[in-house]
């Protein structure tokens, strides 16, 4: 794979996950590295001309009216790292620290941190030959940015912590060598860039994104396959309807639905079998489209604090000066984060609807929980049960995590936002959306069962083909868990995306 070039402030979303899952090497170019040392040179006056500079030449947060001496600013920046590195809880998955990493040196190489090149390809270096970081996941406030998680993630670069490497957790000292990269130590100001940003919030929240946008168009998709299964009335998708009230995502979304549904018999006008439908299936652009424009919104925030400078002070080399500010401050990620994740609990409530409305013999013409010997077998009565659970536990997941603070050292941060904990439960809610679709996907192709296959459109024809080569029609009560998991691994990896725009054309 190419090398990504960092440090130019135009990193994407897209280059984002190439190295964060793929492992695309990463590169920090010849301009990043001319600005770095220009910032360099400036705290590197601060320190000769013993300015007072916060965390330059000074303590951190309360003790920021404790003067440092220049002899002492070595210990200052390791004990920053050594002091603030008491995370709790299970590891960060591993690709969610190599997007922090990445995302922190691409912050440091604007060149308004004062960091040196040497810490950063060192970075780099553990980044490219796989040294990851182990970083509990919990113990960040979003105030003066990720200070536990990045604190962790800058514990490796000095030898210290643990690491995992070629798949085995280790000493951090153990994985560096067997790596052959040689540790550092942190001079003037470093162990403040290092730990000072919201790069763990954001390393969370730019997957997240990602996947988000992913299941957004798959919830498209697979609500279609739904509609044949239901017979559902396609005039409700109607161009005119959608216009009328002018929603860009409502839509979209409609569009998406005509285009999926193109040359289906298995659809039906209304007054044919019904006046009109359900919400669940009537009113999809109506909801879709909002958690479309809400995910949208996301990407946007996102898209530039993946660019963002978010440590203190900032260097500005042009005037020789240091300034303190707040750019550290995660309420912008954790605002979107939690909106993030609202928008992706509605699209699994939807869907459980819908669901619902298969497996229910009052709401629809199909066998009871889609079993054709009821009573002997259960069918798909509690998968429905699986989603419901699912969509409950999002309801308590999605309460916002930015309207709550607590005040930290000794209230100089007195208001905090709480990103990493709206980082991780978009996560999380994301994870369950997904399998909420993956039960939406199984029930609509078992429906299918019962209708006519023949009548389907070419696009959810092609999807129902994707689940059949997997998971094989249910004629009597087997166990459903694994069956679940296999349809959620078509959502993840792309597959019900992807055969439906081959036979439909691109997806919005």
């Given at each position: ?171 951090s000292a153990e994985a560096m060598k067997k790596a052959g990269i040689e540790p550092i130590r ?123 400078v978010t440590d203190n002070p900032l260097i500005f080399p042009e005037t020789d000066e240091a ?142 083909d994707a689940v059949r080569k997997v998971v094989e029609p249910v004629t009597k009560d087997r ?30």
């Amino acid at each position: 794979m190419e090398k990504i070039q960092i440090g130019e402030g135009k990193l994407t979303l897209e280059q984002l996950v190439a190295v964060a899952r793929n492992g695309c090497p990463v590169e920090i170019s010849q301009t990043a590295i001319e600005k770095i040392a220009k910032s360099r040179e400036t705290v590197e006056r601060c320190v000769s001309e013993n300015r007072v500079v916060y965390g330059i030449t000074t303590g951190f947060g309360k003790f920021s009216d404790v003067h440092i001496s220049e002899e002492d600013t070595l210990a200052l920046q390791e004990n920053l790292v050594m002091s603030h590195s008491c995370g709790v809880g299970d590891p960060m998955p591993e690709e969610v620290v190599r997007a922090m990493m990445l995302l922190r040196v691409n912050a440091l190489s604007v060149g308004n941190s004062g960091v040196r090149l040497v810490t950063l390809n060192t970075l780099v270096e553990m980044l490219n030959k796989g040294v990851i970081p182990v970083v509990p996941k919990k113990g960040s406030l979003g105030a003066s940015g990720d200070l536990v998680p990045l604190a962790h993630m800058s514990l490796t670069l000095l030898g210290m912590g643990e690491a995992f490497y070629q798949g085995q957790r280790m000493s951090s000292a153990e994985a560096m060598k067997k790596a052959g990269i040689e540790p550092i130590r942190l001079t003037a100001k470093e162990g403040l860039a290092l730990t000072n940003g919201t790069q763990a919030m954001c390393a969370f929240g730019s997957l997240a994104v990602e996947d988000a946008r992913r299941l957004m168009k798959t919830a498209d998709v697979i609500a279609a396959l739904t509609m044949e299964g239901l017979t559902g009335i396609i005039d409700a998708m109607d161009e005119r309807v959608h216009a009328v009230r002018q929603q860009p995502g409502q839509m979209v979304c409609a569009a998406n639905l005509r285009q999926l549904l193109a040359g289906s018999k298995c659809v039906t006008r209304q007054g044919e079998k019904r006046v009109q439908d359900a919400y669940a299936l009537r009113c999809i652009p109506q909801v879709h489209g909002p958690c479309r424009d809400s995910i949208e919104y996301v990407t946007g925030i996102i898209t530039r604090e993946i660019n963002a400078v978010t440590d203190n002070p900032l260097i500005f080399p042009e005037t020789d000066e240091a300034i303190s500010g707040g750019n550290f401050h995660g309420e912008y990620m954790s605002m979107a984060l939690d909106f993030l994740g609202i928008a992706a609990a509605e699209l699994a409530d939807i869907s459980e609807r819908r669901i619902e409305r298969m497996v229910n013999p009052k709401l629809n013409d199909l066998p009871a929980f889609l079993t054709p010997d009821g009573g002997l077998n259960s069918g798909f009565m509690i998968p429905q049960y699986t989603a419901a659970a699912l969509v409950s536990e999002n309801k308590v997941l999605a309460h916002p995590a930015c309207v709550d603070s607590i005040p930290s050292s000794a209230n100089q941060e007195d208001h905090v936002s709480m990103g990493m904990t709206a980082a991780r439960k978009a996560r999380e809610i994301l994870f369950n959306v997904q399998n909420v679709l993956a039960i939406e996907l199984l029930c609509a192709a078992q429906a299918m069962e019962f209708g006519n296959k023949e009548g389907m459109a070419p696009a959810t024809r092609a999807v129902y083909d994707a689940v059949r080569k997997v998971v094989e029609p249910v004629t009597k009560d087997r166990i459903l868990y694994t069956e679940i998991a296999k349809c959620a691994k078509l959502i993840e990896d792309g597959t019900v995306l992807k055969v439906a725009q081959q036979a439909a054309g691109e997806i919005q």
